[in-house]
């Protein structure tokens, strides 16, 4: 990561992450804001995972690909290129291949722990 506090910056592919083991990967912090409720990062992540949304999240698929399904709402693929936007609330299935690798943005009222 850059140590530019204007714009924080960095490359997902060359960037030094950390163990993430609850999920099975590796994560990288871009950005958490001061009080906590906004974080921009990159995560390798692999396995499935259900939960519900403890934040807003835009995710931005790098690598592999994940299959969500909503509890109660519809299921779809993402895959390289891929976005989308999950709110707060939802009750989420996570189904990620074993090379998923995503850019996101967490968005919250409370302070994000990851």
């Known amino acids: 990561m850059s140590d530019s506090n204007l714009a924080p910056h960095f490359n997902v592919h060359t960037t030094n992450f950390e163990p993430l083991p609850e999920f099975g990967g590796s994560k990288a912090i871009l950005y958490h804001s001061p009080d906590g409720t906004r974080l921009a990062g990159s995560f390798r992540e692999s396995g499935t995972h259900q939960f519900v949304m403890p934040f807003d999240e835009?995710?931005?698929?790098?690598?592999?690909?994940?299959?969500?399904?909503?509890?109660?709402?519809?299921?779809?693929?993402?895959?390289?290129?891929?976005?989308?936007?999950?709110?707060?609330?939802?009750d989420v299935l996570f189904e990620m291949t074993d090379d998923f690798h995503d850019v996101t943005v967490l968005i919250s009222d409370k302070r994000i722990d990851v």
């Open 58 to 90: 835009f995710i931005y698929v790098v690598a592999g690909g994940v299959k969500i399904t909503i509890t109660d709402g519809e299921s779809f693929y993402l895959g390289v290129g891929d976005t989308c936007y999950l709110k707060q609330g939802q």
